[in-house]
């Protein structure tokens, strides 16, 4: 099923969190740093990164229409979050629930699993664009280098 809707803007990326709520993070045990690069993705957002993501994941999106303007309506895309972390050399990301209130907005709960479902795959189809397309890697032992 493909999602035929405008593509809203990336979301801007909030302060520092916890490298563990993320949900494509995984926590070292040893940290080397809260260097969350958040200037350097949100850059790959606007340069593209969210457009090319977006264009993927609504073409196998199972979300319809009236679905993603509910997201719109509740500022759902704003609430995505996406991180570096340096030492795991992936990009996390936060996908965002529906607020406890939308239930008494008319949504059962089938329709706010599916629609966090598919914010999910959003995210990381965000994230794995970042990693594969936007986030340059090197022959050096460290991994990842920076446009």
Known sequence: ????????????????????DYDAVDEPE???GDDARREDLADFLEAGA???AFDEWAADTYMAEDEFRTVLELG??????????QS??????????????????????????????ELDA???TVSEVLENDYILRNGSEFGYTWE
């Open 50 to 52: 969210w457009e090319d």
């Open 30 to 32: 040893e940290r080397t």
């Open 88 to 117: 795991a050399e992936d990009v996390g990301y936060r996908a965002p629930t529906v607020p406890d209130d939308a239930a008494r907005d008319g949504l059962d709960e089938d329709d706010i699993e599916d629609i966090e479902e």
């Open 76 to 85: 759902l895309i704003e609430e995505f979050d996406f991180y570096w972390n």
């Open 122 to 124: 959003l995210g990381r």
């Open 1 to 20: 099923m493909t999602l035929d809707v405008e593509i809203p803007d990336p979301p801007t990326l909030s302060g520092p969190q916890d490298p563990g």
